[in-house]
């Protein structure tokens, strides 16, 4: 059984059966849950059919959340951009929209696909359905370039665990840009090493993002952080297929956002007990939608 825990692992293996990451990662899928390749894309391909849904319908909701607080932006943004293009184009558009359109699907408790995690929903398939779109891909590189994102998780998941409450949330939406960079990169057609790069440049762009959810739900800054985030990986695939190369490996980048993690106050990590969830504007929604708490009712 291949035994694949880092990203100097996966490289090895790659280089020595000269195999794509995705094709690395399929085989040992295949080993592990002893399930035939095509069982194996047949699942990965559910989940790509559950993020496509999930952007269709949230493109045209203007359902708010339970709260109220959040999930009309994406349909604002959408009429904004038909009266005013984007400055970087329609890919652009679709990018941002299709992040919003998703990450406002789960504050409506709508299907999505947590990739990692349900914080961090929009950014893998706002990249991969919209450069599907605009390059008219097909359906096996979509499923390749999603095998390629879960190898990525899975491998930084074996060091940070995934969750803001453990690392912040660089192991939340920082760990789904990397995901989307590789995405994005095996789309184009970028080698293993590049790949990698673009892992590691987007990975160490986003050491020390911290997790302070107003009002300790996955709506502000969670929401608008999925289209920002989004674009960072798309930054850091174009340097990586560029020949930007980083000068700390992905591997090293892993150990110090684990290291980040372990470092951050945990006032920062999910507790809503500090940043963005105890300022002025946070502690009056707080008042506001949880009264009777706040009362000792």
Request: glycine share 8%; proline share 4%.
């Amino acid at each position: 059984m291949l035994h694949i825990t880092t990203f100097e692992d996966l490289k090895k293996i790659c280089r020595e059966k000269d195999k794509t990451i995705w094709e690395i990662s399929q085989l040992r899928e295949t080993e592990v849950s002893d399930r035939l390749p095509s069982k194996v894309r047949e699942q990965v391909k559910k989940s790509i059919d559950a993020m496509k849904e999930a952007i269709r319908t949230g493109v045209k909701s203007e359902e708010k959340a339970i709260s109220g607080m959040c999930g009309d932006d994406c349909v604002r943004l959408i009429r904004s951009f038909e009266k005013r293009p984007a400055l970087f184009g329609k890919l652009y558009e679709k990018i941002v929209t299709y992040a919003l359109a998703t990450s406002e699907e789960n504050l409506r408790m709508g299907k999505i696909v947590a990739c990692p995690t349900a914080g961090s929903c929009g950014i893998v398939p706002s990249v991969l359905v919209a450069v599907s779109e605009e390059l008219e891909l097909t359906e096996p590189e979509e499923i390749n370039a999603l095998i390629t994102a879960g190898e990525v998780g899975r491998i930084i998941s074996n060091k940070l665990q995934p969750a803001g409450a453990v690392g912040g949330c660089q192991a939340e939406c920082g760990l789904a840009s990397a995901m989307a960079a590789a995405v994005l990169t095996q789309l184009r057609g970028g080698t293993v090493e590049q790949i990698l790069n673009s892992v590691a440049l987007a990975l160490k762009n986003l050491l020390g993002l911290t997790c302070d959810p107003v009002c300790g739900l996955v709506e502000i800054p969670c929401v608008k952080r999925n289209p920002f985030l989004a674009i960072h990986a798309v930054t850091a695939s174009e340097m990586a297929l560029g020949g930007v190369v980083s000068k700390i490996p992905p591997d090293e980048v892993v150990d110090a956002m684990e290291q980040t993690g372990k470092l951050m106050s945990p006032l920062l990590k999910e507790s809503s007990q500090a940043g963005l969830a105890t300022t002025k504007t946070a502690e009056k929604l707080r008042k506001k939608l949880f009264p009777r708490v706040l009362n000792g009712e």
